[in-house]
């Protein structure tokens, strides 16, 4: 099990940018496939972006791309996901997510380990 702590959330105005971290726990951080999922108020909860153990693949929803970018430094056990372009419609609570479950749907949220969230709101 890896504990996943978010930060970097916070008010910002439409057209603007916000990076948001996520920092983990765990020796075998490197080994794990991770990820963002967003869940806004009254609405399922959506993936966000994904990104390889290596940070060699990378995977986005449809509404982010070209916005948003995911990325992971292994020496610092952290995973970051940078906002651009911040769209009203962007405004969730965010999710870092670790530790896909073996034959899991990396888009379908079947990973082991989830954080608390961190807010993000984007004012028009």
């Known amino acids: 099990q890896v504990q996943l702590v978010e930060s970097g959330g916070g008010l910002v105005q439409a057209g603007g940018s916000l990076r948001l971290s996520c920092a983990a726990s765990?020796?075998?951080?490197?080994?794990?496939?991770m990820g963002w999922f967003r869940q806004a108020p009254g609405k399922e909860r959506e993936f966000v972006a994904a990104?390889?153990?290596?940070?060699?693949?990378?995977a986005y929803a449809d509404s982010v791309k070209g916005r948003f970018t995911i990325s992971r430094d292994n020496a610092k056990n952290t995973v970051y996901l940078q906002m651009n372009s911040l769209k009203p419609e962007d405004t969730a609570m965010y999710y870092c997510?670790?530790?896909?479950?073996?034959?899991?749907?990396?888009?379908?949220?079947?990973?082991?380990?989830w954080g608390q969230g961190t807010q993000v709101t984007v004012s028009s």
């Open positions: 997510v670790a530790n896909l479950r073996p034959g899991g749907n990396y888009r379908k949220g079947d990973y082991a380990d």
């Open positions: 765990g020796r075998t951080f490197n080994n794990y496939f």
């Open positions: 990104i390889g153990s290596s940070g060699g693949s990378t």
